[in-house]
C-alpha cells in the first residue's frame, strides 16, 4: 500500500519560513518524480514545484521561484520543500505526490498525471 505522508505545515508570520516534508513508503521512491501542490481556500488545487527521480530536474510555478525550494532524499524516501519569505497568499493545504513520467514542464503541473497523493497539510500565512 502506498502512504505518501506530509508534515512541517503550521502557522507562519509573513516574512517566515516552513520546511514542509513527505515521506513515501509502499512505493519504488526513487523511481518517482515528486510534486508539491497546494489548494488555498475557495481556489483550485495548483501546482507548486516538482522534481525528478535523481533531483537533478526541479521545476516550480512562476509565484514562488525564488522563495521555494524543492529537494529529496532517496535514501531516507523523503521530498521536502522548503519555503522563504512566505507571503499571506501561500496559505493553503500543501499536498505532495508521486508521478512516474513526468518530471518538469506542462506535464508535470498537471495533478491528473500524479498517481499517488498525501493527504495534506496546512500552512497558513498571517499578514
Known amino acids: 500500500q502506498v502512504q505518501l505522508v506530509e508534515s512541517g505545515g503550521g502557522l507562519v508570520q509573513a516574512g517566515g519560513s516552513l520546511r514542509l516534508s513527505c515521506a513515501a513508503s509502499g512505493l519504488p521512491f526513487s523511481t518517482y518524480h515528486m510534486g508539491w501542490f497546494r489548494q488555498g481556500p475557495g481556489k483550485e488545487r495548483e501546482f507548486v514545484a516538482s522534481i525528478s527521480r535523481t533531483g537533478v530536474t526541479k521545476y516550480y510555478t512562476d509565484s514562488v521561484k525564488g522563495r521555494f525550494t524543492i529537494s529529496r532524499d532517496n535514501a531516507e524516501n523523503t521530498v521536502y520543500l522548503q519555503m522563504d519569505s512566505l507571503k499571506p497568499e501561500d496559505t493553503a493545504v500543501y499536498y505532495c505526490?508521486?508521478?512516474?513520467?513526468?518530471?518538469?514542464?506542462?506535464?508535470?503541473?498537471?495533478?491528473?498525471?500524479?498517481?499517488?497523493w498525501g493527504q495534506g497539510t496546512q500552512v497558513t500565512v498571517s499578514s
Open positions: 505526490a508521486a508521478n512516474d513520467k513526468w518530471s518538469a514542464g506542462p506535464l508535470a503541473r498537471d495533478s491528473k498525471r500524479y498517481d499517488y
